[in-house]
């Protein structure tokens, strides 16, 4: 694709390198660190092979106002969507994808879960916002289409139920707006300084639970594993996490080798990533990305006969939790997938929305049929682990 810059009138310029970003686009991401240059060069750096990412600026004269991130996603390009379910529903979904939706157009980050895909100035309105979001998305389209990409399904994605957010409705009347798995966020008590007051705040229940999986992971070590180390164990680290992607109900990506590298290169100390190892051999992993006063969990990966083993993906859980406990973080996002296991360990669900739009005026017509078919679907039960006060 052309390296250039393209603007209009209404004062939205897109850029294809975090190069090229203005000296003061971090200003507006200060308080997202998903959406500073460091994080964002990673989006290009490592990006999986099937996406490209986009980063738009708003302005208002030379004063920017606004920034975002865009993804478009080609899923013609992967070889699967997800092994774990088989089923004939998951085959009209497969074809479905590859042959009337393989090319997506994504406002926000498809690699994370919650509101990280743009930030404004505090002196604009939420109706404001929407609306240069929306002129954005259409931008993207546009210059997608002069490039020979067709955009069949464009997407805009992870709202909170917020009042700040029903304002986006008046802007994307002509998408369907869907609800999809809620992220699961632990928000952590001011007054726990280690984990003995977390497990001291469980019900018998569920601390049994915990000196369980503890009993049954004590004979796997863990560490923090530094840069080198990362480069060395790569690799292997790219095998445990494919393990557990490919197993998801439904993929758009896959992250590639280098990504964890990368990531600890570009964000040092603010990345942390964790080996498991039985009889130092590595056997699993976890990453944590700190977000300003909140700890975000990222990709994982490990054995899975080991996992059921030593219920390694729980202790994974319970050593995050200690560590945001540790670190003072106030909240540690576990994002969505395993609903039920980060729902028994404390996490709760904060629901989440987004509008989806197809190209075909009979389909999108016919979107909500097509996407309520189309959604995995996912059971599972809240948990309560903790005493009443």
Same mark, same amino acid.
């Given at each position: 694709?052309?390296?250039?810059?393209?603007?209009?009138?209404?004062?939205?310029?897109?850029?294809?390198?975090?190069?090229?970003?203005?000296?003061?686009?971090?200003?507006?991401?200060?308080?997202?660190?998903?959406?500073?240059?460091?994080?964002?060069?990673?989006?290009?750096?490592?990006?999986?092979?099937?996406?490209?990412?986009?980063?738009?600026?708003?302005?208002?004269?030379?004063?920017?106002?606004?920034?975002?991130?865009?993804?478009?996603?080609?899923?013609?390009?992967?070889?699967?969507?997800?092994?774990?379910?088989?089923?004939?529903?998951?085959?009209?979904?497969?074809?479905?994808?590859?042959?009337?939706?393989?090319?997506?157009?994504?406002?926000?980050?498809?690699?994370?879960?919650?509101?990280?895909?743009?930030?404004?100035?505090?002196?604009?309105?939420?109706?404001?916002?929407?609306?240069?979001?929306?002129?954005?998305?259409?931008?993207?389209?546009?210059? #997608?289409?002069?490039?020979?990409?067709? +955009?069949?399904?464009?997407?805009?994605? /992870?709202? %909170? =139920?917020?009042?700040? !957010?029903? $304002?986006?409705?008046?802007?994307?009347?002509?998408?369907?707006?869907?609800?999809?798995?809620?992220?699961?966020?632990?928000?952590?008590?001011?007054?726990?300084?280690?984990?003995?007051?977390?497990?001291?705040?469980?019900?018998?229940?569920?601390?049994?639970?915990?000196?369980?999986?503890?009993?049954?992971?004590?004979?796997?070590?863990?560490?923090?594993?530094?840069?080198?180390?990362?480069?060395?164990?790569?690799?292997?680290?790219?095998?445990?996490?494919?393990?557990?992607?490919?197993?998801?109900?439904?993929?758009?990506?896959?992250?590639?080798?280098?990504?964890?590298?990368?990531?600890?290169?570009?964000?040092?100390?603010?990345?942390?990533?964790?080996?498991?190892?039985?009889?130092?051999? #590595?056997?699993?992993?976890?990453?944590? +990305?700190?977000?300003?006063?909140?700890? /975000?969990? %990222? =990709?994982?990966?490990? !054995?899975? $006969?080991?996992?059921?083993?030593?219920?390694?993906?729980?202790?994974?859980?319970?050593?995050?939790?200690?560590?945001?406990?540790?670190?003072?973080?106030?909240?540690?996002?576990?994002?969505?997938?395993?609903?039920?296991?980060?729902?028994?360990?404390?996490?709760?669900?904060?629901?989440?929305?987004?509008?989806?739009?197809?190209?075909?005026?009979?389909?999108?017509?016919?979107?909500?049929?097509?996407?309520?078919?189309?959604?995995?679907?996912?059971?599972?039960?809240?948990?309560?682990?903790?005493?009443?006060?």
């Amino acid at each position: 694709m052309p390296k250039k810059n393209l603007s209009t009138s209404t004062g939205i310029k897109i850029y294809r390198h975090t190069s090229e970003l203005p000296d003061n686009w971090n200003d507006l991401a200060i308080n997202n660190i998903f959406l500073t240059q460091s994080y964002l060069e990673i989006t290009k750096k490592s990006a999986p092979s099937n996406m490209c990412c986009f980063f738009m600026g708003f302005y208002q004269g030379d004063k920017l106002i606004g920034i975002a991130i865009a993804q478009y996603i080609d899923l013609y390009k992967l070889s699967s969507f997800g092994e774990r379910d088989q089923c004939i529903k998951t085959s009209i979904r497969n074809f479905v994808f590859r042959n009337l939706a393989s090319n997506v157009l994504i406002l926000g980050n498809n690699m994370l879960t919650g509101e990280n895909g743009w930030a404004f100035d505090r002196s604009m309105a939420p109706d404001q916002q929407f609306d240069l979001l929306n002129q954005g998305m259409k931008m993207l389209v546009q210059t #997608l289409k002069t490039e020979g990409i067709g +955009i069949h399904i464009q997407l805009a994605k /992870d709202f %909170y =139920f917020t009042e700040f !957010n029903q $304002e986006s409705a008046n802007h994307f009347k002509s998408f369907y707006q869907f609800y999809i798995q809620p992220n699961m966020v632990f928000t952590i008590p001011e007054h726990w300084n280690t984990e003995a007051d977390y497990v001291n705040a469980l019900q018998k229940k569920y601390r049994d639970q915990w000196k369980r999986a503890r009993k049954k992971g004590e004979n796997i070590s863990k560490r923090p594993l530094e840069l080198a180390e990362i480069k060395e164990l790569e690799q292997t680290l790219h095998e445990l996490y494919f393990i557990v992607a490919k197993n998801a109900p439904f993929n758009t990506f896959f992250l590639n080798a280098n990504h964890f590298y990368d990531l600890k290169e570009n964000l040092g100390e603010a990345f942390c990533l964790y080996g498991y190892f039985e009889n130092e051999k #590595l056997v699993g992993f976890s990453t944590l +990305i700190k977000n300003r006063e909140d700890n /975000d969990t %990222y =990709f994982l990966g490990y !054995n899975e $006969e080991i996992q059921k083993r030593t219920m390694l993906y729980l202790n994974m859980l319970y050593d995050m939790l200690a560590f945001s406990i540790k670190n003072k973080a106030k909240k540690l996002v576990l994002a969505r997938t395993a609903l039920e296991i980060k729902s028994s360990v404390g996490a709760k669900a904060i629901p989440m929305f987004g509008y989806i739009k197809h190209r075909n005026p009979i389909l999108n017509f016919f979107m909500k049929s097509i996407f309520t078919y189309m959604q995995p679907e996912i059971k599972w039960h809240v948990r309560h682990p903790f005493k009443e006060n």
